[in-house]
Nanobody, 122 residues
């Protein structure tokens, strides 16, 4: 199983970016797809999560500004980020949790992407 993020970059405060992530491998189904982030000197934190049945949750710091969406048929997850602030600067990681792999094996573990850098300038 491999997760690959894309879409990071440099943007001015108030701007927008959209991150994408694709999970590949012998995947039948993914229970939860999430975005985490880690800023320098800070702990890694959950930004947003999307369950297989459509439930979403967000950290308080991004509510109303970020939107997570998912294409389960393609094992993809997206994070639309609007009204970006310098404090959103971090490496953003895509995470897949609870995978059903071919032929029909459930793996409860988390799988992480390599991360993509988002930098918001003042």
């Amino acid at each position: 199983v491999q997760l690959v993020e894309s879409g990071g970059g440099l943007v001015q405060a108030g701007g927008s970016l959209e991150l994408s992530c694709e999970a590949t491998g012998n995947i039948i189904q993914i229970n939860v797809m999430s975005w985490y982030r880690q800023a320098p000197g800070r702990q890694r934190e959950l930004v947003a999560a999307h369950t297989r049945v459509g439930t979403t949750n967000y950290s308080d710091s991004v509510k109303g500004r970020f939107t997570i969406s998912r294409d389960s048929a393609k094992n993809m997850v997206f994070l639309e980020m609007n009204s970006l602030k310098p404090e959103d600067t971090a490496v953003y990681y895509c995470v897949a949790t609870g995978l059903t792999l071919e032929p029909r094996n459930f793996v409860p573990d988390q799988f992480w992407g390599q991360g993509t850098q988002v930098t918001v300038s003042p």
